[in-house]
Nanobody
Framework: QVQLVESGGGLVQAGGSLRLSCAASGRTFSTYTMAWFRQAPEKEREFVAAISWTGGRTRDADSVKGRFTISRDNAKNTVYLQMNSLKPEDTAVYSC?????????????????WGPGTQVTVSS
């Protein structure tokens, strides 16, 4: 069982940066694959990025490659999403997710635990 809480969302101009954090509870955090998903108004939730237990393997959606970086600090029970060169189309609620496996999967159904989400708004 993992409890997740996101933070770091806000309003930023196009081209700017934000760093999202996801604080996790539970002694087994380091054994969970972590991911970020997002959902824009009137759109389905989509995969953003995922990171394996050790942080050695990551996966990123094509739409964010070269701009977003996922990382984790197991000592702090925290996963991050550094977002650079933000675009208006990045506007969405960003949610942190966890699964008890070592594969950084990309589908919503593969994740068992979810945070409440944090709003990111990018103005043009």
């Amino acid at each position: 069982q993992v409890q997740l809480v996101e933070s770091g969302g806000g309003l930023v101009q196009a081209g700017g940066s934000l760093r999202l954090s996801c604080a996790a509870s539970g002694r087994t955090f380091s054994t969970y694959t972590m991911a970020w998903f997002r959902q824009a108004p009137e759109k389905e939730r989509e995969f953003v990025a995922a990171i394996s237990w050790t942080g050695g393997r990551t996966r990123d959606a094509d739409s964010v490659k070269g701009r977003f970086t996922i990382s984790r600090d197991n000592a702090k029970n925290t996963v991050y999403l550094q977002m650079n060169s933000l675009k208006p189309e990045d506007t969405a609620v960003y949610s942190c997710a966890a699964r008890s496996g070592n594969l950084p999967r990309t589908m919503e159904k593969d994740y068992d635990y979810w945070g409440p989400g944090t709003q990111v708004t990018v103005s043009s």
